[in-house]
């Protein structure tokens, strides 16, 4: 079946660093999503790409939505602590509000020591 | 305007035993999936239900059903509990703007 590979697995963030995170699949999908996850809650919608090329943004986060549709990219400018949580990509071949998601392992997001 | 409600938030069970976990969409929002949550195993699609239809199924086995009522709550079942079980089960009710997770059911199989 269609797997996502996301990377990294977890990163350590300083106050006001940039963080990028990326997730590639082995197959084409037409939506990307990208979610974040805090401790004892459900994922949270940050960013929806349905287009091949386009590029996203929602305050600080920029999301991209590969040419070849098989990945997609998250960036996070001037990382704040409460950017701390596990960030998911997920692709859809139906539009992202239906039909089931398919989600990368997670990149986990840490305040450095 | 209410988000997605999850009941219960937490429960333990026994290996073979059943469970049934239950799930109210976003008023308006006809559409209700299921994915269950597990370190190993990320996010894993169970099913989804459209219209009291299930519209779309993961790869699970026949012991995880569910079904979606006409004011479209829905609930899942597991039956003969394993200890893999064990995990976070999420449900997200959608509409043309996308999902909107709930803060899951934790099950935990003893």
């Known amino acids: 079946g269609q797997q996502l590979n996301q990377s990294p697995q977890s990163m350590f963030i300083q106050e006001g660093e940039d963080v990028s995170m990326n997730c590639t699949s082995s197959?084409?999908?037409?939506?990307w999503l990208w979610y974040k996850q805090d401790p004892g809650e459900g994922p949270v919608l940050l960013i929806a790409?349905?287009?091949?090329?386009e590029l996203t943004s929602n305050g600080r986060l920029t999301a991209q939505f590969g040419i070849t549709r098989k990945d997609s990219f998250l960036n996070i400018s001037a990382s704040i602590p409460s950017d701390v949580g596990i960030y998911f990509c997920?692709?859809?071949?139906?539009?992202?509000?239906?039909?089931?998601?398919?989600f990368g392992k997670g990149t986990k997001l840490s305040v450095k020591p | 305007k209410a988000g997605v409600t999850q009941t219960p938030r937490y429960l333990i069970k026994t290996r073979g035993q059943q469970v049934t976990l239950s799930c109210s969409p976003i008023?308006?929002?006809?559409?209700v999936s299921w994915y269950q949550q597990t370190p190993g195993q990320g996010l894993q699609f169970l099913f989804e239900y459209f219209s009291e239809t299930q519209r779309n199924k993961g790869n699970f086995p026949g012991r995880f059903s569910g079904r979606q009522f006409s004011n479209s709550r829905s609930e899942m079942n597991v039956s003969t509990l394993e200890l893999g079980d064990s995990a976070l089960y999420l449900c997200?009710?959608?509409?043309?703007?996308?999902?909107?997770f709930g803060s899951g059911t934790r099950l935990t199989v003893v």
């Open positions: 790409l349905y287009k091949a090329g």
């Open positions: 997920a692709g859809s071949n139906y539009g992202g509000s239906q039909g089931n998601l398919i």
């Open positions: 197959s084409i999908f037409n939506t």
């Open positions: 997200a009710s959608s509409t043309e703007g996308g999902y909107t």
């Open positions: 008023s308006g929002h006809r559409s």
